[in-house]
């Protein structure tokens, strides 16, 4: 099981996460600031396989949600980030956060062009 709170560091800036919900699959994070909201969602599921003999899918989402709350003289403000993570059961967890890594560090090398809607 994952800390009571987890620390999202954003432009620099640490952000503590608090664990709000938990059951037996994920949990809720959440910090309420005075001018903005952070919501982190973690599940851990798994998916049928539908062919005989082929393993089931582990799969383990991150859902991260981030409000900057309206003013007088602006608009809210939202964005939101997700991941997910699907490996047949069996596989090696080492393997499989590898790439996981270097999908992020992919990810992270195109991220103002993928912004920006390139394809």
């Given at each position: 099981m994952l800390a009571n709170?987890?620390?999202?560091t954003v432009n620099a800036v640490p952000v503590t996460l608090t664990r709000v919900n938990q059951d037996n699959y994920g949990s809720v994070y959440t910090y309420k600031g005075a001018s903005e909201a952070y919501s982190l969602q973690i599940r851990n599921s798994v998916e049928k396989s539908k062919v005989v003999g082929v393993p089931d899918i582990e799969r383990h989402n991150?859902?991260?949600e981030h409000t900057v709350y309206?003013?007088?003289t602006a608009a809210e403000k939202y964005n939101s980030v997700t991941t997910t993570i699907r490996a047949r059961i069996g596989?090696?967890?080492a393997k499989v956060g590898y790439d996981?890594?270097?999908f992020n560090t992919l990810v992270g090398s195109i991220l103002t062009?993928?912004?920006?809607?390139?394809s």
């Open positions: 709170t987890l620390t999202l991150a859902f991260l309206a003013t007088p596989n090696d967890p996981a890594v270097g062009s993928l912004i920006a809607g390139e």
